[in-house]
């Protein structure tokens, strides 16, 4: 049976087809590790392992990257807290992980790149987009120009105007559009830096995954998928910065899964309302989460707690009855 796959990007199910018959690429945006991860996390790479299963169930070869943003504000400030070095901190929760993914039953990627170790990708991108005027610097950063990209906003529906609208877009009353977003931060004191060709500093979030998926499976991907929290602003730059650098489509296919909610809300991090998979798995089993987890449609919400897990651990005895 053939895979049909709703695209974000057309807003329709379309019956999947690669680029090269009988190989599929995939890229799947991984976790920011700065802490213990969550069934959240767990969600999106159950969903995604799932996809690709049946994928080779169905006889492609699949070539399935997944990052780990190991360069990130969030990242500095948790190392900054602890007195720790950030590409440190970022190294232990990634092989916690990679951990995590094993005891979850989690096929292993072909590559777990971290943007630490794709500097030199990720600057010669930003200087592409520098030559062909999709870029600009401003005191030691360099933006990227969103009014130069005629398309911006197809996958989200966003209109440029509302690209401030309940985002991670910084702030800053220099730029040329609001909604220009950093493709190259300058260093500053207590921050990790790298040399580049704009001076020091480190990467922007969306470019980060940009230049890896540009390194691992070339131009055009067939499948990138993520949480539909990333779908604006992440999933839309990259899009933006990707498509400008190279003059071709970024992604065929683009799934996004919908969000394991806790008391309501989504799970995260930042609003402190999450369980590990730690924590989990030390009352439950991997296929209890699994099966919870395609209790519904995979990009709706699933609702977590006590009930949903018991309900899920009850259906998943009379399945091994």
Known sequence: MALRIYNTLTRQTEEFAPI???????????????????????????????????????????????????????????????????????????????????????????????????????????????????????????????KKDADYGRLSGRRLEEAMSGTRVEEDARKEHPGDFALWKSAKPGEPSWESPFGPGRPGWHIECSAMCLHHLGEVVDIHGGGNDLIFPHHENEIAQSESYTGKEFARYWMHNGMLQLAGEKMSKSLGNLITIDQFLKEHSADALRLLIFTGHYRKPVVYSAETVESAERSLARLRS
């Open 20 to 146: 090269e018959p009988g190989k599929v690429s995939m890229y799947v945006c991984g976790p920011t590790v700065y802490a213990d991860a969550h069934i959240g996390h767990a969600m999106a790479a159950i969903i995604f392992d799932t996809v690709r299963r049946y994928l080779t169930y169905q006889g492609y070869r699949v070539r399935f990257v997944t990052n780990f943003t190991d360069v990130d504000d969030k990242i500095i400030r948790r190392a900054n807290e602890q007195k720790r070095d950030p590409i440190e901190l970022a190294n232990h929760y990634a092989d916690e992980y990679l951990r995590h993914l094993r005891d979850l039953n989690v096929l292993e990627a072909d590559v777990y790149p971290r943007v630490s170790e794709e500097m030199g990708w990720i600057t010669q991108m930003i200087g592409g987009l520098e030559e062909e005027g999709y870029a600009y610097r401003l005191d030691g950063d360099v933006y990227f120009r969103v």
